[in-house]
């Protein structure tokens, strides 16, 4: 066995191309089935988040695989297009790549929180799909024993922790403070759900959009006003700022929206991959857009140096026990 990946990330591609392989989780699953049933594949495990696409091969010895190109032509896409924005690894190198994203030195916010939760739910979508092997399964078990230890241990400085907090941060800082600010969130996921609660806890008066509402099942932020998605440029016009974060493939407001409202929100966060909102809409006057591009990472300057060696030191702590399960385990084959 082998191990093969191939990783497109925030450094290595904008938004824009991001966007193409921002899989929701049903298309994952299809994807899964397709890959795994390639030649020479032995199990394989997709990771898609707003910032990153990660496909982690095993792979049987003595067969070659093109990852991207299995990738490109089980989504429909053109392998000749988005084959530059992805590096692909071998051996080793792919398997370290793993414990650096669970540690968070590769998200776009450093020590970010919420990939631990993405590597569970990548891994739980595999096995369910019969798409993992044994090798995978040991390496994110042992990928995310790695973030675990280091969220535990590390203290970073001056790092927010997710980006929805630092697209808060920023928020505060364009508009001048959020105390007393009207805030509208599309999007009741995760990452809504997130964003309302830190845009609540600073000061602000949040509706958050539903599409529907199901007694003990739809949760809403403390302290949240909610209104029908259908609703929501009503709802939008005259606050100060609107968030929106949802998985759909299409927009959720358009400029046309926008620019039919008598007062359109100040301030525009679009932390959705493929895009939520628009790109046109930042040509509005007085508007200010953010997407996934425009909230920058911070973190990595002298005063963390000494934690992000010790978050190395965990990864090779870990990344070595892998090996060390995968030479016990083909010393074992050998001698049956």
């Known amino acids: 066995m082998k191990l093969i990946s191939c990783g497109m990330d925030w450094r290595m591609a904008n938004v824009e191309v991001r966007g193409h392989f921002g899989f929701a989780d049903s298309r994952v699953r299809e994807l899964l089935a397709a890959l795994s049933g390639a030649d020479g594949v032995l ?26 190109a299995l990738l490109c032509a089980a989504a429909g896409l053109d392998a000749a297009r988005f084959a530059p924005y992805f590096a692909v690894f071998h051996g080793a190198a ?16 450093l020590g970010e929180e919420q990939i631990l939760t993405q590597l569970r739910g990548a891994m739980t979508a595999a096995r369910e799909t019969h798409a993992s092997d044994g090798a995978l399964r040991t390496l994110f078990r042992l990928a995310v024993t790695a973030g675990k230890e280091a969220r535990t241990r590390v203290r970073l ?28 969130v599309i999007g009741n996921g995760e990452m809504g759900r997130l964003s309302a609660t830190l845009l609540r806890g600073a000061g602000c008066s949040v509706t958050v959009t539903l599409r529907s509402y199901r007694h003990g099942e739809t949760v809403v932020p403390q302290g949240c006003d ?26 959720t407001m358009t400029a046309e929206q926008f620019a039919a409202m008598a007062k ?39 005063h963390n140096a000494a934690a992000l060696r010790e978050t190395e030191e965990i990864i090779e702590k870990h990344h070595g026990e892998f090996y060390r399960w995968a030479a016990y385990r083909d010393s074992v084959r050998s001698n049956v």
Do not use: W
């Open 43 to 68: 199990g394989c495990v997709i990771l898609s988040t707003c910032n990153r696409c990660e496909v982690f091969f095993s792979v049987e010895n003595g067969a070659e695989i093109e990852p991207v």
């Open 157 to 184: 400085t001056g790092v927010p922790t997710s980006v929805a907090e630092r697209a808060v941060l920023l928020a505060g800082e364009r508009l001048g403070g959020l105390d007393g600010k009207r805030a509208v």
């Open 226 to 251: 909610t209104v029908s998605y259908d609703e929501r440029a009503a709802a939008i016009d005259g606050c100060d700022l609107l968030c929106s974060a949802t998985t759909s493939p299409h927009h």
């Open 94 to 109: 792919a398997s370290r790549r793993l414990f650096e994203i669970a540690c968070g030195l590769r998200s776009q916010i």
């Open 264 to 302: 359109p929100p100040r301030l525009i966060l679009d932390l959705a991959v493929p895009r939520d909102i628009d790109p046109a809409a930042a040509e509005l006057p007085g508007v200010i857009l953010l997407d996934m591009d425009g909230i920058s990472d911070g973190g990595r300057g002298e």
